[in-house]
């Protein structure tokens, strides 16, 4: 069964140092998408992506934060300068255009955590 | 702004008996609800979802009820099996294709053998 697969599973990194985080969708959904998890709480959306462009962002996703499909298959979130609060599970999910209410499909996430 | 909430945050249950998890939403556009399962270090798993035109939604031993005057939904397991045990998350979305899913801070489910 096709899924979404997301590398690494965990990252360290230093405060004020780049991550990208990568995810590769399910090969025929159209909407990407990147949440993320601080331990302890709930499930938070920071972008949507449709037809290689944001669709819809939070408020979480300031100037810090950008998204790339770079090839027919990569989605990327990077972060370029890090900082201890980004520390977090980040999760990549996807899902088919055309079929609305379709539900998304999330990647097992990464692990990033900023020292 | 908790426009879902899961104001249980655990539930214990033995083997065989019903779960209910519950779930309340605040906006009235939501159209579409959904459930999913969480094991530690793995990703959300859809598990069901119902349509806000829908009162009940059932596959196999899960059946989500709508209560929409009351903003309202519940998840029922039954029978309830140790694999189960889980953080199960409520979330909602909009009247929109691509759109974010809304999360509720999630329960965690504990059935016991």
């Known amino acids: 069964e096709p899924e979404v697969t997301q590398t690494p599973s965990h990252q360290v990194t230093q405060m004020g140092q780049e991550v990208i985080l990568r995810c590769v969708p399910i090969s025929n959904h159209l909407y990407f998408y990147w949440y993320r998890q601080i331990l302890g709480q709930k499930v938070e959306f920071l972008v949507s992506?449709?037809?290689?462009?944001?669709?819809?962002k939070s408020e979480i996703f300031d100037d810090q934060f950008s998204v790339e499909r770079p090839d027919g298959s990569n989605f990327t979130l990077k972060i370029r300068s890090t900082k201890l609060e980004d520390s977090a599970m980040y999760f990549c999910?996807?899902?088919?255009?055309?079929?609305?209410?379709?539900?998304?499909?999330f990647g097992p996430g990464t692990r990033l955590t900023v020292l | 702004d908790q426009q879902v909430k899961q104001n249980s945050p655990s539930l214990s249950v033995q083997e065989g008996r019903i779960s209910i998890l519950n779930c309340d939403y605040t906006n009235s556009m939501f159209d579409y609800f959904l459930w999913y399962k969480k094991y530690p270090a793995e990703g959300p798993t859809f598990l069901i979802s119902i349509s806000s035109i829908k009162d009940k939604n059932e596959d196999g031993r899960f059946t989500v009820f709508l209560n929409k005057s009351a903003k309202h939904l519940s998840l029922h397991i039954v029978p309830s099996q140790p694999g189960d045990s889980a953080v199960y998350f409520c979330?909602?979305?909009?009247?929109?294709?691509?759109?974010?899913?809304?999360f509720g801070k999630g329960t965690t489910l504990s059935v016991s053998s």
């Open positions: 979330a909602a979305i909009p009247n929109q294709a691509g759109t974010a899913l809304i």
């Open positions: 992506f449709y037809n290689n462009e944001i669709s819809e």
């Open positions: 999910a996807s899902n088919k255009a055309g079929v609305p209410y379709n539900e998304q499909f």
